[in-house]
Every structure is written in structure tokens, then in C-alpha cells.
């Protein structure tokens, strides 16, 4: 286990409440963590009411990065996991608790732990399923079914809180991990490219048509997401392609090429 949590990152996507955003600031920096990213936020993250629900983790408010699309906020995260209030999401991927996954979150080969990511969604509707769909692993926090939908700040508040006691107390506070999720994954821009070119490459010989494309990648994420592919295997993948893609040329007439 890492001994810090440096390397994790909390990326709120599109929050609307400056209220929200500061109490999020103030609880990451109760717990140790202090990288802060919101997604094209809705709110001013630098108001004053911000800045009155933070204290004294203004520090993290200011340091705080804001980038226009989730892909830019999880550059170079080699692990990302996502949070859902929704049960009843159509993704094919379980849904599990914080003291389950976030143990894998921060796992580390050696001492220097890598950047990984904690998404949590809007305030009002959460995350879609496309954007669910570049987290590896999902989390879902049960509560009560009388109340069951959780504020944004106190979602970020029990995930932070299960994080620490990573750190303080190491693995004899949580639930174990299982030896078989591998932590040399690539970072998420490497993935990204392989979809990508993957999905150009379904095109061109029709396995894909346009119409159909969104929805047939998301179960190639899916497949590849249970994986877990290592950074040379997502590699050979693209090498195979490529070769492919060669292949298709040689095929076709010299003034097509």
C-alpha cells in the first residue's frame, strides 16, 4: 500500500453548488488528499460560500484544476473508478462497495503510488453511462430506502474517510483485495486510443456502422474493463490492428490506397 494518498484524484463532474464544492475541499483535506478536479463546474468553486464551507482547505479550493471534458480530467490515471446512485444502471459491471474497491485504488507495486481517479457525478442526475463507461470499476453506497440518494459531499466525505483508513490503518482495517486484479495497468489516454482506433477499424471493414457504434464500443469497454489488459497487452492489441490495417491496404488497388 502506498504510504500517502497523493496519487489519488477526485474529479467532481459538472458541480452546481458552490456549497457542495467547498465541503468536498474541507472533508478531502480532513483525510489527506488534496487533488481536486471539476469538470466544466456549474457553480463558482472560489465564492465566498465556497470559500465559508471549506475553512481552512481554501489551499485545496485554489489549487483546484478545471477542465472542460471528463477524458481530460482522467489524463495519465491508470485506475479510475466511478460512483453511481443508480442500482438500476444498464451497465454490465457490478456495482460494489467503497471498503471493496477502493483498497484497489491505491494498491501500489512500490513506494511511488500512481495517479488514479474517484468520479463522482452531477448533483441532480449523476453520470451517464457513457461517461460511467471509462471507469474500470463502479461503486454504489446503500442507503435507506426510505432516503436512499446521498448528497454529493457526503458521498465524497465516505469515500474519502474508507481512503484513509487505508492509510492509517493498512489492510487490517479492510476488506482484502483480491490478488487477482493487476495494478500495472496503462493510463486512461492509452486506453482511450486503443477504443478509438479500434472503433475506426470496425468501421472500415462493417462490423460496425455508425448508428450502432455507441453502443457495440460500450460492450467492448466492458470486455476489456474485466480484463484489466496490462500495458503491453493493450500494446499487441494495437499492433494487431495495425498490422490488420496494413493488411486491408495491400488488398486494395494501388489509387485507393
Same mark, same amino acid.
Not at 233 to 241: C, D, K
Given at each position: 500500500?502506498?504510504?500517502?494518498?497523493?496519487?489519488?484524484?477526485?474529479?467532481? !463532474?459538472?458541480?452546481?453548488?458552490?456549497?457542495?464544492?467547498?465541503?468536498?475541499?474541507?472533508? !478531502?483535506?480532513? !483525510?489527506? /488528499?488534496? $487533488?481536486?478536479?471539476?469538470?466544466?463546474?456549474?457553480?463558482?468553486? @472560489?465564492?465566498?460560500?465556497?470559500?465559508?464551507?471549506?475553512?481552512?482547505?481554501? $489551499?485545496?479550493?485554489?489549487?483546484?484544476?478545471?477542465?472542460?471534458?471528463?477524458?481530460?480530467? &482522467?489524463?495519465?490515471?491508470?485506475?479510475?473508478? %466511478?460512483?453511481?446512485?443508480?442500482?438500476?444502471?444498464?451497465?454490465?459491471?457490478?456495482?460494489? &462497495?467503497?471498503?471493496?474497491?477502493?483498497?484497489? @485504488?491505491?494498491?501500489?507495486?512500490?513506494?511511488?503510488?500512481?495517479?488514479?481517479?474517484? *468520479?463522482?457525478?452531477?448533483?441532480?442526475?449523476?453520470?451517464?453511462?457513457?461517461?460511467?463507461?471509462?471507469?474500470?470499476?463502479?461503486?454504489? *453506497?446503500?442507503?435507506?430506502? %426510505?432516503?436512499?440518494?446521498?448528497? @454529493?459531499?457526503?458521498?465524497?466525505? *465516505?469515500?474519502?474517510?474508507?481512503?484513509?483508513?487505508?492509510?492509517? /490503518?493498512?489492510?487490517?482495517?479492510?476488506?482484502?483485495?483480491?490478488?487477482? /486484479?493487476?495494478?500495472?495497468?496503462?493510463?486512461?489516454?492509452?486506453?482511450?486510443?486503443?477504443?478509438?482506433?479500434?472503433?475506426?477499424?470496425?468501421?472500415?471493414?462493417?462490423?460496425?456502422?455508425?448508428?450502432?457504434?455507441?453502443?457495440? !464500443?460500450?460492450?467492448?469497454?466492458? @470486455? /476489456?474493463?474485466?480484463?484489466?489488459?496490462?500495458?503491453?497487452?493493450?500494446?499487441? &492489441?494495437?499492433? *494487431?490492428?495495425?498490422?490488420?490495417?496494413?493488411?486491408?491496404?495491400?488488398?486494395?488497388?494501388?489509387?485507393?490506397?
Amino acid at each position: 500500500m502506498p504510504n500517502d494518498l497523493s496519487g489519488v484524484r477526485i474529479v467532481l !463532474m459538472e458541480p452546481a453548488g458552490s456549497l457542495n464544492v467547498g465541503s468536498v475541499a474541507r472533508v !478531502m483535506k480532513n !483525510m489527506g /488528499l488534496r $487533488d481536486l478536479v471539476l469538470v466544466s463546474p456549474r457553480c463558482d468553486p @472560489l465564492s465566498d460560500e465556497a470559500r465559508k464551507m471549506a475553512v481552512h482547505a481554501a $489551499d485545496v479550493l485554489e489549487a483546484a484544476q478545471q477542465v472542460q471534458t471528463l477524458p481530460e480530467a &482522467l489524463q495519465h490515471c491508470r485506475r479510475v473508478v %466511478a460512483t453511481t446512485g443508480r442500482s438500476d444502471t444498464t451497465l454490465r459491471i457490478p456495482l460494489e &462497495l467503497p471498503r471493496t474497491v477502493l483498497p484497489w @485504488l491505491v494498491m501500489s507495486e512500490d513506494d511511488a503510488p500512481a495517479q488514479t481517479a474517484l *468520479i463522482f457525478g452531477r448533483e441532480d442526475r449523476g453520470l451517464t453511462n457513457e461517461e460511467l463507461n471509462y471507469a474500470q470499476r463502479l461503486i454504489f *453506497i446503500p442507503a435507506h430506502p %426510505a432516503y436512499p440518494s446521498l448528497n @454529493l459531499a457526503q458521498a465524497v466525505a *465516505i469515500c474519502c474517510y474508507e481512503l484513509a483508513m487505508i492509510k492509517n /490503518l493498512g489492510e487490517a482495517a479492510i476488506a482484502p483485495v483480491s490478488p487477482s /486484479l493487476p495494478t500495472d495497468l496503462p493510463p486512461f489516454e492509452t486506453l482511450e486510443a486503443f477504443y478509438q482506433q479500434l472503433e475506426a477499424f470496425l468501421l472500415k471493414i462493417g462490423y460496425l456502422y455508425p448508428h450502432t457504434a455507441p453502443s457495440r !464500443m460500450e460492450k467492448f469497454r466492458r @470486455l /476489456l474493463h474485466r480484463a484489466y489488459p496490462l500495458t503491453e497487452e493493450v500494446a499487441m &492489441l494495437r499492433g *494487431i490492428l495495425r498490422q490488420a490495417e496494413w493488411a486491408l491496404r495491400q488488398q486494395m488497388p494501388p489509387d485507393k490506397r
